[in-house]
């Protein structure tokens, strides 16, 4: 009777272990860029990414998608995992499936992840960006200026990095806000 135990929980344990680690290939395997970018409508940000600094760069450090959209603490991924698949039903109901109506969502895509980002205090650009590595003396003078006032104001790095990774959206007019909310 005591050996059928051990051996039922030695295999509800070992079915653990390898759900968990088939958890986790699935998170880091949607965590590639290549996942992230292997619907056609990603492929618009993907080209804007590679042509800046946080994906070729001088040092050779390079970000992907994941880096700056998805935390690394185990909930808070989960959570951006969950929210993500928004642009995927978007992606099959055609609401952004070329570039023309990517576009027209542009601005609305880009102040949902501003928020996100304010909302968390910049957390994934802080996994390699951090006030008390800078050195501000390599830093021009404004940079250094701002930077040093910014945690003492409360901001954080979305507030003046917008459109660092990604061509910055046009802020719609009203007359154009009036047109969308009509179509």
């Known amino acids: 009777m005591r050996k059928k135990s051990i051996l039922k929980f030695a ?8 759900v968990a680690g ?6 880091e395997h949607t965590n590639t ?14 080209k ?13 450090v390079s970000a992907g998608c994941a880096d700056c959209h998805v935390p690394k603490q ?18 099959m109901l ?13 601005w609305e895509m880009a102040n949902a992840v501003w928020d996100k980002m304010r909302a968390s205090d910049s957390r994934e ?3 390699c960006h951090s006030y008390e590595h800078m050195d501000f003396s390599q830093q021009d003078k404004s940079a250094r200026k701002k ?22 959206p046009d802020e719609p007019d009203e007359d154009n806000d009036n047109e969308v909310a009509e179509s």
């Not at 804007?48 to 050779?60: A, D, I, K, S, V």
């Open 94 to 106: 055609g609401t952004i499936d070329t570039p023309e109506k990517y576009e027209k969502y542009r």
């Open 22 to 27: 088939l958890f986790n290939m699935v998170l």
């Open 125 to 127: 650009c802080r996994n």
């Open 48 to 60: 804007e990414m590679e042509e800046n600094p946080h994906w070729l760069g001088r040092t050779g």
């Open 147 to 168: 930077h040093g006032n910014a945690d003492d104001k409360g901001q954080t790095c979305i507030d003046c990095h917008q459109g660092i990774a990604h061509e910055e």
């Open 74 to 91: 185990f909930f808070p991924k989960i959570l951006a995992k969950i929210m993500a698949t928004k642009d995927l039903w978007h992606e």
């Open 33 to 46: 860029t290549e996942f992230c970018t292997s619907c056609h409508t990603m492929q618009i940000p993907l």
């Open 11 to 18: 295999v509800i344990f070992f079915l653990g272990v390898v």
